[in-house]
């Protein structure tokens, strides 16, 4: 599976949007990028994918680059509830192959 | 209910004593996999299974045993556990036909003590 590149730490302000970044210069054509997050005290949890086209879903959008060597997720207004480890992820989509989590990015949400 | 159930939940135990950890899922998914999450280190994949009787190492295999006898269950076994195993352990299953989205579905963790 190809790799995945996030900043470790972001911070933002409650009610306030939230941009996480992640890079993934070598996806193939066939994978999907999906992002998870990690509640303090929980296991991972499903956010959004997508494939190429932007998406949204009532708990984020994922707008992902023209060359999809990079996708965005994005919290249009972030809570104290959402302060988690943001992980981005490439899943192919005709082998549905292994997946391999990186550190992902751990958001802090200041009230 | 669709889930992914590990037990135990909470272990402590002592180095030596072989213990399993089972996970089991209700969904039919052909895709399992156990992580362990240790603090700064993210989550790393011990082993996964891609269907019954087909199990390939992940980044941190040592130490660690699997199975993958029936399609639901995928146990995690510690043959003579070690301090260094002491960690939270994940188990996930996803479906991997082509054209399904590949959804990871996570169990609530167990945390493993070994003294």
């Known amino acids: 599976d190809a790799k995945t590149t996030q900043p470790n730490s972001m911070e933002s302000n409650e009610e306030e949007p939230v941009h996480l970044p992640c890079n993934h210069s070598?996806?193939?054509?066939?994978?999907?990028i999906h992002w998870y997050r990690q509640l303090p005290s929980q296991g991972p949890e499903y956010v959004i994918h997508g494939l190429t086209s932007n998406v949204n879903n009532r708990m984020a959008s994922l707008a992902i680059a023209e060359d999809r060597k990079s996708s965005t997720l994005i919290l249009h207004r972030a809570t104290l509830r959402d302060a988690a480890v943001y992980y981005c992820?490439?899943?192919?989509?005709?082998?549905?192959?292994?997946?391999?989590f990186g550190k992902g990015t751990k958001l802090s949400v200041k009230p | 209910e669709a889930q992914v159930t590990q037990n135990p939940r909470y272990l402590i135990t002592v180095t030596g004593k072989k213990l399993t950890v089972t996970c089991s899922q209700n969904?039919?998914?052909?895709?399992m996999s156990w992580y362990r999450q240790d603090p700064g280190l993210g989550l790393r994949q011990i082993y996964y299974?891609?269907?019954?009787?087909?199990?390939d190492k992940g980044d941190v295999p040592e130490g660690y045993k699997v199975s993958r006898k029936e399609k639901r269950n995928f146990p995690l076994i510690l043959e003579s556990p070690s301090p260094n195993q002491t960690s939270l352990y994940f188990c996930?299953?996803?479906?991997?036909?082509?054209?399904?989205?590949?959804?990871?579905?996570f169990g609530e963790g167990s945390r493993l003590t070994v003294l």
């Open positions: 299974s891609m269907n019954v009787e087909v199990t």
């Open positions: 992820i490439l899943r192919d989509a005709g082998s549905q192959g292994n997946l391999i």
């Open positions: 969904m039919n998914h052909e895709y």
């Open positions: 070598t996806i193939s054509g066939t994978d999907y």
């Open positions: 996930a299953s996803s479906l991997i036909r082509t054209g399904s989205t590949g959804e990871l579905f």
